[in-house]
């Protein structure tokens, strides 16, 4: 296979691989790489006002609305994948999916395990004793008569 056969293999599995938008190479118009930065900032934008639309307005049913919230992050956090990071399923982006699907665990072991650290910490905390129990104290319906003796 000659120079010019692998090179043009080389082009052709280049364009056959999954790029994310802006995703360039360097004999590719840095038009597209700012045309896919401007469609991503659109909409994250488009997002959050909707996000915002969603709190202040009647559109979204009251219960709803944290699901909904929750939906556009969702949302958000894809458009910035694909369009800022330019994660991709891609074979060249194989590193770029293992590191973040090991961060997003590493995120979930923490802060997962902190409120479960944190749930049984309260269940097994030492009830408060109620105001009636205490000694010397005077209920909120008799005035002490007693003066506390030490």
Same mark, same amino acid.
């Given at each position: &296979? ?16 999954? =790029? *994310? ?9 840095? $038009? ?11 909409? *994250?934008?488009?997002? %959050? =006002?909707?996000?915002?639309?969603? /709190?202040? %307005?009647?559109?979204?049913?009251? !219960?709803? /609305? ?15 994948? /694909?369009?800022? =990071?330019?994660?991709? %399923?891609? !074979? ?5 999916? &293992?590191?973040?699907?090991? $961060?997003?665990?590493? /995120?979930?072991? +923490? +802060?997962? $395990?902190? +409120?479960?650290?944190?749930?049984? &910490? ?11 129990? &205490? ?16």
């Amino acid at each position: &296979m000659s120079h010019a056969d692998q090179a043009g293999a080389h082009e052709l599995d280049r364009h056959q691989t999954d =790029l *994310a938008p802006g995703e360039e190479y360097g004999e590719e118009d840095i $038009g597209k790489g700012i045309r896919g930065y401007l469609i991503g900032l659109a909409l *994250a934008v488009l997002l %959050t =006002l909707c996000s915002f639309a969603i /709190v202040h %307005t009647k559109v979204v049913w009251a !219960p709803a /609305v944290p699901v909904a919230i929750l939906i556009f992050a969702i949302a958000q956090m894809g458009v910035h994948l /694909v369009f800022f =990071l330019h994660i991709t %399923t891609g !074979p060249d982006n194989t590193n770029n999916v &293992m590191a973040l699907a090991f $961060g997003v665990l590493f /995120v979930v072991l +923490v +802060v997962g $395990g902190s +409120v479960w650290i944190m749930s049984n &910490m309260n269940a097994n905390m030492m009830p408060a004793m109620p105001h009636a129990a &205490m000694p010397n104290s005077a209920t909120p319906h008799q005035p002490m008569t007693q003066p506390m003796q030490h």
